[in-house]
């Protein structure tokens, strides 16, 4: 509810500043937190000033902090509905609903995201991953956001390997949970090479290597 009334609040603000300009704005609420996401996302909290932010969106910066009160809430609301969406899409990606075997849907899903991270032309990294090095160690409702988010799609993850152990495709003995969380690093650190220009098979037979464990 907090964040559909600032939404409100940013696109009303929106509508009063181009109301003072004496045009309108080509946007709605959700484009211009994407664009501001945009903003965080390439430059980072610290090097993303609020002048930045004026300059991305066409707004004053009155209008911003009515919207949102400062810099650090409006960075929050982007990570947020950011991880929000990774999150989202890891369940459906890997809930019984999507269709195939379990194993099937945990490969597919995880080279999916491989290669969405590999084929970045320039090579930006995702969000969640940049956020959590450069930003998580000192702000903590940005360690809680991504905390949170990383134990969710290893949780769906674990509900897959679950399944497949059910199934007969992956061992009992395996432990699911340390899997799912095996699997989130993995991309996560493919994430981070990535960034360094490491080769995209490279990267993908990385991912790749780390499936194989669940069928050794």
Known sequence: MKYAQSGLRLERAGRDEAAAMGRTRGFDADQMLTVIREQFWSHGYEG????????????????????????HELYLRTFD???????????????????????????????????RMTRQAPP???????????VAAADKAVAKIAKDAYENIASAIESAVREAQSAGEVGMEKDAKGLGYLLVSV???????????????????????????LRA
Request: aromatic share 6%; net charge neutral.
């Open 48 to 71: 993303t000033s609020t002048y930045d932010l004026m300059a991305a969106t066409g707004l004053g910066k009155g209008s911003i902090y009515k919207a949102y009160g400062n810099k």
């Open 124 to 134: 930006v990294g995702c969000y969640l991953t940049k956020a959590t090095v450069d």
């Open 81 to 115: 509905d950011y991880c929000g969406g990774l999150v989202a899409e890891a369940r459906q990606a890997l809930a019984p609903e999507a269709g195939g075997a379990p194993l099937e849907r945990i490969e597919g899903y995880l080279l999916a995201v491989t290669g």
């Open 187 to 213: 991309v996560r650190g493919v994430d981070c090479l990535s960034r360094t220009r490491v080769a995209a098979d490279v990267l993908t037979a990385t991912t790749q290597a780390a499936l194989a464990v």
